[in-house]
């Protein structure tokens, strides 16, 4: 993925979220409270982040007879080396510059 800006805090907060378990499938509702995002910020962000090619959605089951589907969110091969790029931290100059 080539970007000509940098993250959103809100992005970078969602791919952490993601990455801390990269193959588990993840509820929107679960990263709502991981992150503190409320549902108008988070699921377009989503959305933006599946077009993007970092995340793959999926429709699951519901869990309880009567419940509805849910999608459900984990980070792609390109999601999770975006991701892993994000959970290393700044070498010693660009630390200085950020702060």
Do not use: C
């Not at 979220?17 to 988070?42: I, V």
């Not at 519901?62 to 792609?76: I, S």
Request: hydrophobic share 35%.
């Amino acid at each position: 993925m080539t970007r000509s800006r940098s993250l959103s805090p809100q992005t970078r907060a969602v791919l952490e979220a993601l990455f801390d378990r990269p193959q588990a499938w993840r509820y929107g509702y679960d990263l709502s409270k991981e992150t503190g995002l409320k549902s108008g910020t988070l699921y377009p962000l989503l959305i933006r982040l599946f077009d993007q090619g970092l995340l793959e959605a999926e429709w699951r089951p519901p869990q309880q007879p009567g419940r509805p589907q849910r999608h459900a969110y984990r980070l792609t091969a390109q999601g999770l080396a975006v991701a892993n790029v994000l959970a290393r931290p700044a070498p010693a100059g660009l630390r200085a510059q950020r702060a």
